[in-house]
């Protein structure tokens, strides 16, 4: 129709060789970008639209880096990110999902070693912040419960134990003495207030089979 448009790309992280792979392939099936501008993230989010085809490199002058907006105001309060933690230590689960590339037995494994802490640590605060809306539909929850049961353990009687989609991930970053998380931006963003993070790195994971899944 002749009517000029700019796409502003949502975030996306192409930190791993296997998401590189499967976008650039779906990229490819997409003909080729018929608007006026088409803002990105970062140098790899370009170079994925430019080696799919989907924007040829003769084009490439119709892609700029416009950052991650929503970072802005993280930044501005860098300032503030000596501030004092609070006993308490915040968990992301990652990704637990059928075409999740993690076995069910690694899964298992972090989550119980959260339960474990929580029991032994009842002074301390766990706040286990999932990415899901609604936590009934998630298949991670679903695995917490199995461990829980199996270690004849009722997680909801865990006073220092909570589980939510809604907390305040800045929130949480800022005041948590440790941030434990697996191929998640808030390792980067945890970096970045100089809080220590614990990737579960887990010896299932020491498997070339996983490297091309793995970020950072």
Same mark, same amino acid.
């Given at each position: ?17 296997e998401?590189? %792979?499967?976008v ?10 018929? +608007?006026? $501008? ?14 799919? +085809?989907?924007? #040829?490199? #003769? ?7 416009? +950052? ?28 637990? %999902?059928?075409?999740?590339p ?9 989550n ?6 929580? *029991? @032994? ?31 004849? *353990?009722?997680?909801l ?6 589980? #939510? ?17 697996l @191929?998640?931006?808030v ?6 207030? +100089? $809080? ?17 899944? *793995?970020?950072?």
């Amino acid at each position: 129709l002749n009517i000029p448009y700019i796409v502003l790309h949502r975030e996306s992280l192409f930190a791993s060789k296997e998401i590189y %792979k499967i976008v650039k392939h779906r990229l490819s099936n997409w003909g080729n970008f018929q +608007g006026s $501008k088409l803002i990105v993230h970062n140098n790899v989010s370009k170079k994925v639209f430019l080696d799919s +085809g989907f924007v #040829s490199y #003769s084009n490439k002058r119709l892609i700029d880096i416009g +950052g991650c907006l929503r970072m802005d105001s993280f930044f501005n309060n860098l300032s503030n990110k000596h501030e004092k933690s609070q006993k308490c230590i915040t968990f992301f689960p990652f990704q637990a %999902k059928a075409s999740s590339p993690w076995p069910v037995s690694f899964i298992k494994s972090v989550n119980k070693e959260i339960i474990k802490f929580a *029991i @032994n640590n009842p002074g301390i605060d766990i706040f286990i912040k999932t990415k899901d809306r609604t936590l009934k539909k998630t298949d991670w929850l679903e695995i917490f419960k199995t461990c829980s049961n199996e270690m004849k *353990i009722d997680f909801l009687r865990l006073k220092n134990l909570q589980i #939510s989609s809604s907390f305040d991930t800045y929130k949480l970053l800022r005041k948590s003495t440790y941030i434990i998380a697996l @191929n998640s931006t808030v390792i980067l963003e945890a970096g970045l207030l +100089g $809080k220590p993070i614990i990737i579960p790195f887990f010896e299932t994971l020491n498997n070339k089979k996983f490297k091309d899944y *793995i970020y950072f």
